[in-house]
């Protein structure tokens, strides 16, 4: 039960974390629309974040395999293969030349992965509450 309570717990953190990278890319994203930014520093902030953000997700879904929990697995495990597809054929870091022509793409794929994110809050908060119970 208390290993329950940990892993529910450390998953908690870690889809907080998630949200965090994925709001902080948006916001340098949105920067650099409204040429707060220049393209050279917004894709140095963001590809400085892509793989942290990637590993950590890669984590929590392997983590979630291991301990038999397989909803939250099979929920994660598409959007893993995705990042790792991304990193095999090396399109998961921004180019400072091509920012410009991909920021609405950027936009949209981020605030998706934000709402699966939040989703995925949802659920952990709700099976932390239940194993607290």
Known sequence: MAWELLLWLVAFVSVI????LCVYQLICLSDLEFDYINPYDSSARINAVVFPEFAMQAALCA??????????FLLMAPITYYHWRLICAAEAYLHVTEIFSVLNGEKKYRMIKIA?????????????????L
Do not use: C
């Not at 974390?17 to 965090?20: E, G």
């Not at 983590?63 to 929990?69: A, G, I, S």
């Open 17 to 20: 974390s998630l949200i965090a």
């Open 63 to 72: 983590v979630f395999l291991l301990t038999w929990h397989w909803f939250p």
């Open 116 to 132: 699966f994110y939040i989703s995925l809050f949802f659920i952990v908060i709700y099976r932390y509450v239940s194993s607290l």
